[in-house]
């Protein structure tokens, strides 16, 4: 079994992924690749996220073409997502794309395979195979009847056998299906036999509720089992959702060093506070920092003085106030109308040590 640390490790721009490397979050644009402007907003508000590495549909020349000055305006990698067509492989590889998702057996000829792998290859570029339950080749179809975990991984091991012939390694593999219990099936029996660093996701998940539930489900059990480099939700939604659904499962498997954590009770008949709107306020606050502060937010005097000791800072809420927490230590009561200003004063507080440090 190639665990995620025994992938060989696999260049895309600045990151390596694969090997000992952390997972890698990715995303994809909703935008027009050709229209610059607004990629490249959308790029910013992904990287703000967190997200590392991003993809742009490569439809047509314009968006190739678009890909020189996206990347200029940039500082993630680049992915080029290409279906069939070699030339718009051959331009992205020219205009500077970082790293192009092809699949060789879809490209046609020999000629036409062996043109996007020198490319690739004199310019260090990767290839993520993307392998999808909804588009196996023919030949699969008519072996299994219809797509299997099986069938994905033969059709992996097809794409990854013709890149191989061509001395070519810098790969990286997909196996993606909507369907949750066949993606974690076929990565699995991926991770037995391919040593090339595999990028998961639930293809055409759903929704923000349905799709992170679904993504959190299966891309969890893979990586509880260690496997998985790199990951994107799909999510019929703002694709920044995508990314903060991913640092979230990260995090809940111990695989991200730089992400806030909040601890919030659900309540019940004891709150004496408005917790809800202090929980999310206090969330959204420290969503986009880097920094590993534990924060709390506990509605009463049961829980909430324990959970908040476990924190770096905490609340528990008392009838119209709440007992502010630094480090284990009650530090002072503050008005409920003040918490969430309070709150973010101690955090920025914490913050700013820890960035001193
Ligand atoms: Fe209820 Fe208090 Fe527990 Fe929150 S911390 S669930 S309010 S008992």
């Known amino acids: 079994m190639f665990k995620r640390t025994d992938t060989v490790p696999v260049r895309v721009g600045n990151l390596t992924i694969g090997g000992n490397n952390e997972v890698i979050l990715q995303s994809m644009c909703t935008t027009k690749t050709a229209d610059v402007a607004a990629t490249v907003a959308e790029i910013k508000r992904l990287e703000e996220a967190g997200c590392q590495l991003v993809r742009v549909t490569v439809n047509n020349k314009e968006a190739a073409e678009a890909i020189k000055e996206i990347k200029k305006q940039i500082s ?10 070699y030339r718009l492989a051959l331009l992205a590889i020219e205009n500077g794309i970082d790293k192009v998702r092809i699949n060789p057996g879809n490209i046609g000829r020999r000629e036409k395979v062996e043109a996007v792998v020198k490319a690739c290859k004199e310019k260090g570029i990767p290839i993520r195979i993307g392998v999808n339950a909804g588009s196996l080749e ?9 797509p299997t975990p099986e069938a994905m991984v033969e059709s992996a091991l097809f794409h990854i056998g013709i890149l191989e012939e061509l001395d070519f390694h810098d790969i990286i593999v997909s196996l993606k299906a909507s369907d949750v219990p066949m993606a974690i099936a076929a990565y699995t029996k991926a991770a037995e036999v391919i040593k090339y660093p595999l990028h998961l996701g639930i293809t055409e998940a759903g929704t923000l509720f ?3 539930v679904k993504s959190a489900a299966g891309i969890g059990v893979l990586l509880n089992a260690g496997i998985g480099n790199t990951l994107r939700i799909s999510l019929s939604a703002d694709p ?33 506070i408005d917790l809800f709107s202090v929980a999310n306020e206090v969330e959204e606050y420290i969503s986009k920092l880097k920094v590993p502060i534990k924060v709390s937010v506990l509605g009463c005097a049961v829980n909430g003085p324990g959970e908040a000791r476990e924190a770096d800072i905490g609340i528990a809420g008392a009838r119209g106030e709440g007992m502010l927490f630094r480090y284990g230590e009650m530090i002072r009561k503050v008005p409920e109308a003040e918490l969430v200003s309070e709150l973010k004063k101690e955090i920025d507080h914490i913050v700013a040590v820890y960035t001193e440090t």
């Open 240 to 272: 920044v959702e995508e990314i903060k659904v991913a640092r979230e499962l990260l995090k809940t498997f111990g695989l991200i060093t730089d992400a806030p954590t909040l601890i919030s009770c659900p309540t019940c008949g004891r709150l004496d």
């Open 138 to 146: 023919n030949h699969l179809l008519e072996k299994y009847g219809y």
């Open 76 to 85: 993630i990698p680049l992915v080029a997502d290409i279906h069939f067509d």
């Open 210 to 212: 349905s799709g992170t």
